[in-house]
């Protein structure tokens, strides 16, 4: 599976959002780290963590009896993945009626549309 087309499980997110943060990092380090969020046992950080490894998601560095992990993809990859799967999935791959739905259904606080009207105007301006 390319970078580009990552399929991430909530659970991964959780994992990788703690390693983005605090690489390198063992898996006891994660599982503390997510215990107030998740009520997950070290067993099941650890076989996740692996599975990721596999995966190609994370990397591991073994030092003696000690594992620790990596990621192997940026937060801006991920993000891209998963955003570009949804707008595939449920608006057939066009960026206006997915902008549309948001604009529409979501609470948008003023600083936030101004935010979008800069970066369209920036793109714009960037493609002259």
Not at 29 to 34: D, F
Not at 102 to 123: C, F, G, P, S
């Amino acid at each position: 599976m390319s970078k580009n087309e990552l399929e991430l499980f909530e659970s991964e997110w959780a994992i990788l959002q703690v390693v983005w943060e605090r690489q390198p990092c063992s898996a006891p380090e994660v599982q503390e780290t997510l215990l107030s969020k998740k009520k997950w046992a070290y067993t099941t950080v650890k076989t996740i963590m692996d599975r990721m490894v596999k995966k190609g998601l994370l990397n591991v560095e073994k030092i003696r009896n000690l594992n620790l992990y990596r990621s192997a993809v940026t937060q801006k990859q991920a993000r891209k993945s998963e955003i570009t799967r949804t707008i595939k999935r449920a608006f057939e791959g066009a960026i206006s009626p997915m902008m549309q739905f948001l604009v529409e259904n979501e609470n948008i606080t003023d600083a936030e549309i101004d935010t979008l009207e800069k970066l369209i105007r920036d793109k714009k301006k960037s493609r002259k």
